[in-house]
Nanobody, 118 residues
Framework: QVQLVESGGGLVQPGGSLRLSCAAS????????MSWYRQAPGNQREFLAR???????NYADSVKGRFTISRDNAKNTVYLQMNSLKFEDTAVYYC????????????WGQGTQVTVSS
């Protein structure tokens, strides 16, 4: 039973920081790459960051230098540290795993709302 549960969102002022968490269960967490995406109203779901099983990361240009993805395999948790937040970062943030079960399947958490406002 693959489950992804995001937390840590909320209201933050421009220039502020938040750390999002995604608690994973139901699969061998350490074997899979984990990703963060976001979706703002009226927009497509946007890739933000990925960390593979070996710890290699990659980022979208829109967040490179501001956001950091990390993972703690002992806690089955992936994090997204968000710094220097901007109004345009306002969105629902989703955790993702591309999971294998009789084929590759995308699993998503329920999302956590991040609102950047003065």
């Amino acid at each position: 039973q693959v489950q992804l549960v995001e937390s840590g969102g909320g209201l933050v002022q421009p220039g502020g920081s938040l750390r999002l968490s995604c608690a994973a269960s139901g699969f061998t967490f350490s074997a899979y790459a984990m990703s963060w995406y976001r979706q703002a109203p009226g927009n497509q779901r946007e890739f933000l960051a990925r960390i593979n099983s070996g710890g290699t990361t990659n980022y979208a240009d829109s967040v490179k230098g501001r956001f950091t993805i990390s993972r703690d395999n002992a806690k089955n948790t992936v994090y997204l540290q968000m710094n220097s937040l901007k109004f345009e970062d306002t969105a629902v943030y989703y955790c993702n795993v591309y999971y294998y079960k009789s084929g590759w399947i995308d699993y998503w958490g329920q999302g956590t709302q991040v609102t950047v406002s003065s």
